[in-house]
């Protein structure tokens, strides 16, 4: 304390908190925060990534034939190949935009910035540059189970 013409001067000592030690735990506060929401948000994502990554339809309700079909609201479309049931993962390889097949032109459009693919997923028109990705299509007990190729 110093006295200074009889008034009291409350020196930095004096306080309870000096300004660095309250910017400090506000700092560490922070960082637990958002540390905490790490888990949750991590989960919340790989969820959603989890549910768009797989589908599955009953083989009755979708007889195929030789154009690309859409599985309900996902992005997997199926046909029927020479081999087999084939799938395709429905998203665009420029920047993710979700593709659709036009019958009319046999091929995939891009809504976004307009690639257009061929029947089997190869680029047409850019600015996409590389194929569609293939989905992995087992049969198992009267479904179709699709799911991405890792
Ligand atoms: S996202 Fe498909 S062309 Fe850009």
């Known amino acids: 304390m110093v006295l200074l013409k009889g008034v009291d001067l ?3 000592e004096q306080t309870l908190y000096s300004r660095r030690q309250v910017l400090s735990l506000g700092r560490k506060t922070l960082l637990v925060l958002g540390l905490g929401c790490l888990y949750p948000v991590s989960r919340y ?3 959603k990534e989890n549910q768009l990554a797989k589908a599955r339809v009953a083989s009755h309700e979708m007889p195929l034939n030789l154009h690309w079909q859409r599985i309900g609201q996902t992005r997997f479309w199926l046909r029927q190949g020479d081999e087999g049931v084939e799938g395709m993962w429905a998203t665009c390889t420029h920047l993710g935009c979700e593709v659709s097949y036009d ?3 046999v091929q995939w459009l891009c809504p976004c910035h307009g690639s257009r693919f061929n029947q089997e997923g190869q680029p047409l028109e850019g600015p996409a540059v590389s194929p569609l990705a293939r989905a992995e299509v087992r049969e198992k007990e009267g479904f179709y189970l699709a799911s991405q190729k890792m």
């Open 10 to 12: 409350l020196t930095t």
């Open 45 to 47: 994502l790989r969820a």
């Open 103 to 105: 019958p009319e032109q």
